[in-house]
Nanobody, 118 residues
Framework: QVQLVESGGGLVQAGGSLSLSCAAS???????MGWYRQAPGQQRELVAT???????GYADSVKGRFTISGDNAKSTVFLQMNSLKSEDTAVYYC?????????????WGQGTQVTVSS
């Protein structure tokens, strides 16, 4: 059973930076990797994605502030968050869609809390 292990969340002041990382415990032929977040009382929303070929996409609210990157060989995805705002406070989840043993699967991380104080 492959698990995604996240790290890097925490408490930061507005305007600061945090880096998140997410690594799979086993090999996945990743097709798309991404980060989602869920604030209290809100639905989970897409933050950023990256395809196997390196094409990235971002929510409008984070464009120009967040950068997603990935390492396909290591089934690892990163999120660099700069110029953080209080509205970025949420639990962040990584997501990998890919092939394992020839079967298309989707994996989720356990979530890591990001709190931005104003």
């Amino acid at each position: 059973q492959v698990q995604l292990v996240e790290s890097g969340g925490g408490l930061v002041q507005a305007g600061g930076s945090l880096s998140l990382s997410c690594a799979a415990s086993g090999s996945i032929f990743s097709i798309n990797m991404g980060w989602y977040r869920q604030a209290p009382g809100q639905q989970r929303e897409l933050v950023a994605t990256i395809t196997r070929g390196g094409t990235t996409g971002y929510a409008d609210s984070v464009k120009g502030r967040f950068t997603i990157s990935g390492d396909n060989a290591k089934s690892t995805v990163f999120l660099q968050m700069n110029s953080l705002k209080s509205e970025d406070t949420a639990v962040y989840y990584c997501n990998i869609k890919g092939l394992r043993s020839g079967v298309l699967r989707e994996y989720w991380g356990q979530g890591t809390q990001v709190t931005v104080s104003s």
